[in-house]
């Protein structure tokens, strides 16, 4: 039996990764280059690292050694403009108000930092919805290791097999994996051109099926236990 539901939130609750992507491509564009949106999907639900940092990136297609503070200030600043246009993403609120209506535990396993995560929901009048909001301060690694989703799990009380976790990121989708839980893969704009594997079920948006029909598909799936 299904009783929680654990969400990733950047690109999954609030499409935050879109506007990651517009910003730093007109930077891109501004020197004369293009960032393939495949590219930029490699950090997605994750952290910048060695196989993705844009500000290198641009410095070695350039070749100029450009400022990281300017750099950051004015992709930052252009990524909250476009973020604080958008709305919760479709579906959404649906589903948390049918899942607290049936009793279900809610938690949030998130990437980002508290700051970041809690004002958002906060911003939008979601953040009473959830039982657990777990973010990178909460656990030792983060996407793509399970880290997250275990802490989530140790917070709402329920093993792995009476959980159900709703990803928009291939690094997502890896994490929810091993961490033996069934996985409802949502790509958005920005994730959709990755190559996601290993789901159990794919939406194009959380309104796309009732709260009932999802519970009665999932409970015909295998779950996955660690």
Not at 70 to 91: A, D, H
Not at 120 to 140: M, N
Request: hydrophobic share 45%; glycine share 6%; aromatic share 8%.
């Amino acid at each position: 039996m299904i009783k929680a539901l654990i969400f990733d939130f950047d690109g999954l609750v609030l499409d935050t990764e879109t506007p990651g992507y517009y910003a730093l491509n007109e930077v891109y564009s501004e020197f004369g280059h293009h960032l393939p949106i495949e590219t930029f999907g490699l950090a997605v639900g994750s952290e910048y690292s060695d196989e993705f940092e844009p500000l290198a990136d641009l410095r070695a297609l350039t070749g100029k050694n450009l400022d990281a503070d300017s750099f950051w200030q004015r992709v930052n600043f252009r990524r909250m403009e476009l973020i604080e246009q958008n709305q919760i993403l479709p579906g959404v609120e649906n589903v948390l108000r049918l899942a607290q209506a049936r009793g279900m535990k809610l938690a949030v396993a998130s990437s980002s930092d508290h700051a970041w995560v809690d004002g958002h929901l906060r911003r939008h009048s979601l953040y009473q919805h959830f039982d657990a909001i777990i973010c990178k301060e909460d656990a030792a690694r983060i996407k793509p290791h399970p880290d997250l989703f275990l802490a989530a799990l140790e917070a709402l009380q329920v093993r792995a097999d009476e959980a159900v976790i709703f990803e928009d990121s291939l690094n997502g989708v890896r994490a929810a994996i091993d961490a033996g839980v069934r996985v409802i893969a949502v790509p958005n704009l920005v994730t959709r051109h990755m190559d996601i594997r290993g789901e159990t079920m794919r939406l194009n948006s959380l309104a796309d099926i009732s709260l009932d029909d999802l519970l009665i598909k999932l409970s015909q799936a295998s779950p996955r236990v660690i």
